[in-house]
Nanobody
């Protein structure tokens, strides 16, 4: 049993910034990869950024230079700092984590999502 609690979404003006947070809780041994994905109405879900347990990061081409993903393993939390936001960034942002359970099994879990709206 694991949970992901997302926060930080909301309404922001074009050019503004937001910091999303995703805190994991429950019963698990550790967390491997964590990431953020987004889905806009009528669009396919797409990767925004991921970060491995070792700290290696991967970004969507459209987000490079405008966002930064990080994690705090002591808090089991992953963050997504987004700057210079554009209207096309409006979407539901979902957090995903791959857990290593105490049984030794890997388990992928998604958060409920947080709405980000970029509009003036």
């Amino acid at each position: 049993q694991v949970q992901l609690m997302e926060s930080g979404g909301g309404l922001v003006q074009p050019g503004g910034s937001l910091r999303l947070s995703c805190a994991a809780s429950g019963s698990f041994a550790s967390i491997n990869a964590m990431g953020w994905y987004r889905q806009a109405p009528g669009r396919q879900r797409e990767l925004v950024a991921t970060i491995s347990s070792g700290g290696s990061t991967n970004y969507a081409e459209s987000m490079k230079g405008r966002c930064s993903i990080s994690r705090d393993n002591t808090k089991n939390t992953v963050y997504l700092q987004m700057n210079s936001l554009k209207p096309e960034g409006t979407a539901i942002y979902h957090c995903k984590s791959v857990f290593l359970l105490r049984s030794g099994r890997f388990y992928e879990h998604w958060g409920q999502g947080t709405q980000v709206t970029v509009s003036s």
